[in-house]
T-cell receptor, first 113, second 114 residues
Framework: DQQVKQNSPSLSVQEGRISILNCDYT??????FLWYKKYPAEGPTFLIS?????DKNEDGRFTVFLNKSAKHLSLHIVPSQPGDSAVYFC????????????FGTGTKLQVIP | KAGVTQTPRYLIKTRGQQVTLSCSPI?????VSWYQQTPGQGLQFLFE???????NKGNFPGRFSGRQFSNSRSEMNVSTLELGDSALYLC?????????????FGSGTQLSVL
């Protein structure tokens, strides 16, 4: 049972345009969400996070939006750069307790120069 | 500050064998967690350790086990290997393993079971 879903396995975007990566979740108890980026032959690296008490969080070119009623979050990258080409994982955590992160299956972003 | 170190980088084993993977967390990090990555499945949580105690466990069979040492280094063991265990095994560390902490991942151990 995939509780965090990334329905688009891949996405291609022109350099300079906006990249929008989507993520849906089924467990309404999730209250902390993160995005990680992964290059080939490397481990994932943290990109940005958002708590369920917020609906938007920005960090430079990266913005994450959370729509709790729709159980949906999205990552916007503006402007997209060739170095952003990677696999992006959406992840979610339950409140309380300790780390037991549920990850999505990933979206491979290709930014075309 | 050195990152998370995982050894070995690659492993080839045959069915029925067992394997031990090692992870050294970032200095000062006391929480270590393990994930399995397979194509189409994303990252699946295996277990999390803190102060030598397993605090959380994912939905994996008992063939998958782990431990943590007093210096926070961790090992995971897979016994009686099956073909389906072929995957990238990732270790991640954080300061105390709180749910709002970001994880720092190693580069992983690529296990191939023949």
């Amino acid at each position: 049972d995939q509780q965090v879903k990334q329905n688009s396995p891949s996405l291609s975007v022109q350099e300079g345009r906006i990249s929008i990566l989507n993520c849906d979740y089924t467990n309404s108890m999730f209250d902390y969400f993160l995005w990680y980026k992964k290059y080939p032959a490397e481990g994932p690296t943290f990109l940005i996070s958002i708590s369920s008490i917020k609906d938007k969080n920005e960090d430079g070119r990266f913005t994450v939006f959370l729509n709790k009623s729709a159980k949906h979050l999205s990552l916007h990258i503006v402007p997209s750069q060739p170095g952003d080409s990677a696999v992006y994982f959406c992840a979610a955590n339950l409140p309380g307790g300790y780390q037991k992160v549920t990850f999505g299956t990933g979206t491979k972003l290709q930014v075309i120069p | 500050k050195a990152g998370v170190t995982q050894t070995p980088r690659y492993l080839i084993k045959t069915r029925g064998q067992q394997v031990t993977l090692s992870c050294s967390p970032i200095s000062g990090h006391r929480s270590v967690s393990w994930y399995q990555q397979t194509p189409g499945q994303g990252l699946q949580f295996l277990f999390e350790y803190f102060s030598e105690t397993q605090r959380n466990k994912g939905n994996f069979p008992g063939r998958f086990s782990g431990r943590q040492f007093s210096n926070s280094r961790s090992e995971m063991n897979v016994s009686t290997l099956e073909l389906g265990d072929s995957a990238l095994y990732l270790c991640a560390s954080s300061l105390v393993g709180a749910v709002n902490e970001k994880l720092f991942f190693g580069s992983g151990t690529q296990l191939s079971v023949l």
